[in-house]
Nanobody, 121 residues
Framework: QVQLVESGGGLVQAGGSLRLSCAAS????????MAWFRQAPGKEREFVGT????????RYADSVKGRFTISRDSAKNTVYLQMNSLKPEDTAVYYC??????????????WGQGTQVTVSS
């Protein structure tokens, strides 16, 4: 089992930055992929970005490419989502996910509880 706990959400003005953290515990295999998704009210959960637990490969949604960066600290068992140049349309609950298959779909085995990000205009 893997447990994921997100933190770092909050209210920020457009153009600002936030860094989300996802602390992982349990049995994380080095081959696992970690991902961030988000879900706005009335919308489906959408892919934001993903990284292999071993690092070296990342992939982003077009809507966040160049503004968001995923990184991980294996010593702390934590994955980060650095969000810069935030826009009101980035407002959503952000979820961390983990699983053996790197994918842009919601097919991850483990999910965190989510953290709210609100960007004011």
């Amino acid at each position: 089992q893997v447990q994921l706990v997100e933190s770092g959400g909050g209210l920020v003005q457009a153009g600002g930055s936030l860094r989300l953290s996802c602390a992982a515990s349990g049995r994380i295999f080095s081959s696992y992929a970690m991902a961030w998704f988000r879900q706005a009210p009335g919308k489906e959960r959408e892919f934001v970005g993903t990284i292999r637990w071993t690092g070296g490969y990342t992939r982003y949604a077009d809507s966040v490419k160049g503004r968001f960066t995923i990184s991980r600290d294996s010593a702390k068992n934590t994955v980060y989502l650095q969000m810069n140049s935030l826009k009101p349309e980035d407002t959503a609950v952000y979820y961390c996910a983990a699983g053996p298959t790197l994918t842009t779909t919601v097919g991850y085995n483990y999910w965190g509880q989510g953290t709210q990000v609100t960007v004011s205009s």
